[in-house]
């Protein structure tokens, strides 16, 4: 997403985000947003595309040509657009800079650098929130308002959660907040009523697709639905590798138990892939359409619902969701994934019945 970030533009690089973006900022009633919905739908864009409009320093109205906020074209678009918007403040964990296309800056990074750099962090910690809090104290410097956007907001701890929670409930003037969050459920229920809360949907199937084409993804519609239809997803798996050729190969690769074509992925990723093929293969065994494969990959898998044995297929499902709970950290990546490819094969085997 670098360039969506760097596009003075926030979220013009991802065109779903344009409708509910004027939306929100026309709507908006409240210093404190909580964007949330599925991952992989632009969440981070969208609170960033607000911070640049509430930031925009566009003239509104007709002799200006009335343009829309942000303009993308004015100093403080370009400043957001380079990061470096003196009233904005991004807070995300140091893990997931660089995917989200925000590099720390060096001057604003924490203290305790030396440390991070061994083991990028993967929460918001508390120093930061209390910077963020302060920063929201101080008088805006370009005279429009002082943002914090802060992503995913789920990463807060209980004592950073409560540390922001006292400056939602009494924002200073002219400060606003926006949280975005893929795990809603996960905030503090008193984070959660305190914001205004932004539903972001799945965008629509031909809009995403289009997008994914215009970032060199072929074959779009069939990594869209691996993805479960959430395309900034859809994008990641594809620089990680995993393409729609190979993704259609999946079931043949399991059912052949041949767990070396998968050995590079990473665990969680494995394991979520294998969790999708065990939901379609369940499906399809009910009469059901899959959801995340070509419905010509799964061929052979539970050709009809005669003698499938379903108790392999939900004994394999209970087995990944046991592993997904540990996928952070297994005790030995390489055996589970091959061990769960294994349990795979036998399930999957056992959907077929005995050939003619
Ligand atoms: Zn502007």
Redesign the pocket.
Known sequence: MVEAAANSNASGALPWLAAPLQQVLREQRSHALLVHGPSGVGQFELALGLA?GWL???EPGPAHGNPL??????A??HLVGARSHPDLLVLVPEALRAALGWEPDTDADDSNDKASKAKPSKDIKVEAVRAAVAFAQTTSARGRCKVVVLHPAERMNGISANTLLKTLEEPPGNARFVLSSGAPDALLPTIRSRCQAVTLTLPKTEVAIEWLRSQGIVDAAVLLAAAGGQPQEALAWSREGVDAALWAQLPALVRRGASAAVAGWPLPRLIESLQKLCHDALCVAAGAAPRYFPIASLKGVARNAEGVDMRALHAWQRELQRAARFAEHPWNAGLLAESLVEQGRFALESTTPPGP
């Open positions: 640049q925009c320093e566009a906020r942000p303009c993308g074209r004015c403080a678009c």
